[in-house]
């Protein structure tokens, strides 16, 4: 069971380039997240999902947009990347049968943009 | 959401018990506490969650208030291996939106 699957694990970027970061998860949960974690820092919400076709806010929107078409797929897309996305990105995914559920997290993304 | 407060840091010896403690004194009703780690630069690991009852499971127990202001998890015997970065996060019933703090930084000295 792969669980939840990041792409890639590393890359670096020129100001200005765009790139999508992708998520995948093969637990058929409807809930899925998108956060970043500065160096020293604590996750920050971008992004979530509580189902395919549908995205909403999270605490740091601004530079990102997410599309959600399947159960499965949660990609992040960074259109201008600028220097202060510099960070690591995790992707995270929920069942949410209940309230009594927890985040199952990929192993993260680093990207730099330089 | 309700906001939480946690330490920056703390220590403990190996072999002892590690209490982390978090307050989060605007909690309501609805909302319960989850707790996670992080270690190294790892994706977080659920560890435990709770409504008002204490709970314990395989890694930690969790001791919550009976004014639900404040909580403590607590490893009984911490190793080397629980050297992370611990969340706590209230979540309220019905809500799907994480929001992790900066956490407590725990190292476990030998």
């Known amino acids: 069971n792969a669980g939840v699957t990041q792409t890639p694990k590393f890359r670096i970027l020129k100001i200005g380039q765009s790139m999508t970061l992708q998520c995948a998860q093969d637990?058929?949960?409807?809930?899925m997240y998108w956060y970043r974690q500065d160096p020293g820092m604590g996750l920050k919400l971008i992004y979530y999902?509580?189902?395919?076709?549908?995205?909403d806010k999270g605490e740091v929107p601004n530079g990102y947009n997410v599309s959600r078409s399947t159960t499965e797929d949660f990609p992040l897309r960074l259109e201008l990347a600028a220097p202060s996305q510099t960070s690591v990105y995790f992707c995270?995914?929920?069942?949410?049968?209940?309230?009594?559920?927890?985040?199952?997290f990929g192993s993260g993304t680093q990207l730099s943009v330089l | 959401d309700a906001k939480t407060t946690q330490p920056t840091s703390m220590d403990c010896a190996e072999g002892r018990a590690a209490n982390l403690p978090c307050n989060h004194s605007?909690?309501?009703?609805?909302?319960?506490v989850y707790w996670y780690r992080q270690i190294h630069s790892q994706g977080p690991q659920y560890i435990i969650h709770?409504?008002?009852n204490n709970e314990t499971n395989e890694m930690a127990s969790l001791i919550i208030t009976e004014d639900r202001k404040s909580s403590t998890l607590i490893l009984p015997h911490a190793t080397l291996r629980d050297t992370a970065v611990y969340y706590c996060?209230?979540?309220?019933?019905?809500?799907?939106?994480?929001?992790f703090g900066t956490g407590t930084r725990l190292k476990v000295l030998a």
């Open positions: 637990m058929n949960h409807n809930y």
């Open positions: 999902s509580v189902g395919a076709g549908i995205t």
């Open positions: 995270a995914s929920s069942p949410h049968s209940s309230t009594n559920e927890k985040l199952f």
């Open positions: 709770g409504l008002k």
């Open positions: 605007t909690i309501s009703g609805n909302e319960y």
């Open positions: 996060i209230v979540l309220a019933s019905g809500t799907y939106k994480y929001i």
